[in-house]
C-alpha cells in the first residue's frame, strides 16, 4: 500500500511539469490548430539555456527559468512572426505545411545544440538534486516537489491570465473562431506571435524544472515533444484544463507502470493510455464535461 | 457614410459581386434584399474585408477600405453580425460582450455598454454567466447583435437576423433594432424576408446573381409590382 502511494505522488508531481509543457502545446493548438512538432526542442533548448546559465555562471536552475522564460518568449514569438505566419498567407498551401514547418524547426534546433554541445549527456549538480523529505513513511524529491509546485503556479497564472486580463480573452476568442475574432478588431497574427510566445516560454519553464531530474541531450526533445502530444490528445485539443488532468495522469501511469511492471519499459505506458483513449474516449478528458453537448459553429 | 462604386469581388476566382454600387447615408437603414445566392451575404464581407475585392471602391467616412485587414475595418466603427453568429460558445455571455469592446476607447465606456445592451436585451443579463453554445437560437442572435453593439459602431452590418427563429423572436429582435435605429445608428441589414425587410427600412437593394437589379425606397418597392412578384408572392389579378 505504501509503496502504491509512494508511486502515485511521484507520478503526479512528475505529470505537473510534464502538464506545464503540455499547456503551452495546447495553447498553440489551441489559436493555431496545429500540433507545434517543435514544441520537445523547445523545452530542451530552454533546458540548454538553464543548463548553460548554472555551469557558466552558476545560477540555480530555479533562477536561471526566468531567464531562459523570457528568452524563449522571445525565440517561439520570432519562429512565429518570421516563419509560420508567412505560410499561413499562402492560400494554396494546406495547414499540414505548418506542422512540416514545425518539423524543420525542430531539426533545427536540434542539430544547432548538437553543434554547439555535441551529443554528451549532461547535468546539473545542485546540493537538492538527490535529497528527500519523509512524510510518514513516503519520501519525496525535493527538485521534483519544487518542480511540481512552481509549475502549478505557473499554470495557475496563466489560467487567471485567459480568463481575467483583455488580452487572455482575445486569445481565447481567436482559438474559438479566427474569423468572428477579425470581425471584433482582434487582430489574429499578433495574437499568433504572443500565443507561440507564450506557449515556448511554458516550454522553457517546463524544461528547467526538469532539468534537476533528467539528463540532457539534445535529442531530448522528441521525447518532452511526443509526451506533450500524447497529453495534449489526452486532454481534448486545446483544453488547458484538460491538458493539466491530462499530464497528471501520463505522470502516474508511467510511475505506477515503471513500479509494478518494469523500469525499462517507462515511456511505453503513457503510449498504452494514449491507445485507449483514442479508442474509448476519443474526445479526450475534456468530453467527459457536457459530453452530450454538441457546439454550433 | 458608406459609398461603394462599381464592386467586383468573389471568393478567389469565383467572382459573385459584379459592378455594385451602393450608398448608405448617416441614419439610414438600409435592407439589401435578394433570393438564396444573389450575392447578399457577400457584399457585407466585402465590406469586412474577408473576400477578395478585384476592383471598385470603397469608402466609409472617406477612407478607402479595399487594402485594409478585417480587424482593421472593424476598427474604423463598422460591426459586422455575421451569418451563423459566430458566438464565442465555449465564453460566456459576460466575455462574449467584453470581447466585443475591443479598441480602447470601446473598452473605457465597457461599463455603460454593458448597461445599455442590457436594458435592450434584458434575458442577456439573466444569462450572463451561462456559456453562449447553450443559448436558444434566438437568445444567440440577440448575443451577437449585443457583441456588435459593443463596439459602440456607427455602423451596424447585421446578416439574416432572422435566419431559423419562431416569428415571434423574429419580431422582438426587430422591435429592438428599430429602437437602436431611433438612437440614430445607422444600420444595412440582410434579410431573406422580403416582407419584413420592406416594411422597417428606409431604402433598399434588390440583389441578383451578384448585381443590383432594382434600388430605391421601401414603400415604392413595397407598391413595385416585378418585385411584388418576385419577391412578395403577390401576383397581379389575384
Known sequence: ?297 | MLHIEQLNAGYGDVQILWDVTLDVRPGELIALVGANGAGKTTLLNAISALVTRYRGKILFDGKDLTRLAPYEVARLGIAHVPEGRRLFPGMTVRENLEVGAMSKEARSKLKTSLEEVYSLFPILKERERQEAGTLSGGQQQMLAIARALMSRPKLLMIDEASLGLAPKVVGEIYDTLLDIRKAGLTMLIVEQNVALALDVCQRAYVLENGRVAVSGECKKLQNDPKVQEAYLGIIEGI
Open chain 1, 1 to 297: 500500500m505504501l509503496d502504491f502511494l509512494q508511486a502515485l505522488i511521484w507520478g503526479i508531481l512528475l505529470g505537473g511539469m510534464y502538464a506545464l509543457i503540455a499547456i503551452g502545446m495546447t495553447l498553440i493548438m489551441g489559436v493555431m490548430k496545429i500540433i507545434n512538432l517543435a514544441h520537445g526542442a523547445l523545452v530542451m533548448v530552454g533546458m540548454y539555456i538553464t543548463y548553460v546559465l548554472n555551469v557558466q555562471f552558476g545560477l540555480d536552475p530555479y533562477i536561471g527559468l526566468f531567464i531562459a522564460m523570457p528568452t524563449l518568449f522571445l525565440l517561439g514569438a520570432l519562429i512565429q512572426l518570421l516563419l509560420i505566419n508567412r505560410i499561413i498567407d499562402v492560400d494554396a498551401i494546406l495547414p499540414e505545411n505548418q506542422v512540416l514547418l514545425t518539423v524543420g524547426i525542430m531539426v533545427v534546433l536540434t542539430e544547432t545544440m548538437r553543434l554547439l554541445f555535441h551529443s554528451d549527456y549532461r547535468s546539473v549538480q545542485t546540493s537538492y538534486a538527490s535529497e528527500n523529505i519523509h512524510i510518514g513513511g513516503i519520501s519525496l524529491s525535493v527538485p521534483m516537489t519544487i518542480g511540481f509546485f512552481v509549475a502549478l503556479v505557473f499554470v495557475l497564472l496563466l489560467h487567471l491570465f485567459l480568463k481575467k486580463t483583455h488580452y487572455g480573452r482575445m486569445i481565447r476568442a481567436t482559438a474559438e473562431d479566427r474569423i468572428a475574432a477579425q470581425y471584433m478588431g482582434i487582430p489574429p497574427k499578433t495574437v499568433t506571435v504572443v500565443t507561440f510566445g507564450l506557449g515556448s516560454a511554458l516550454a522553457a519553464a517546463g524544461g528547467a524544472l526538469l532539468l534537476p531530474i533528467f539528463y540532457l541531450w539534445p535529442d531530448i526533445g522528441h521525447l518532452f515533444t511526443a509526451k506533450a502530444f500524447i497529453i495534449t490528445i489526452l486532454g481534448g485539443l486545446g483544453s488547458i484544463v484538460g491538458a493539466f488532468f491530462g499530464g497528471l495522469l501520463i505522470g502516474v501511469f508511467e510511475s505506477l507502470g515503471a513500479t509494478y511492471v518494469s523500469m525499462g519499459y517507462k515511456d511505453v505506458y503513457g503510449l498504452v493510455v494514449f491507445l485507449l483513449v483514442l479508442l474509448f474516449l476519443p474526445g479526450g478528458l475534456k468530453s467527459l464535461r457536457f459530453p452530450a453537448l454538441r457546439r454550433e459553429r
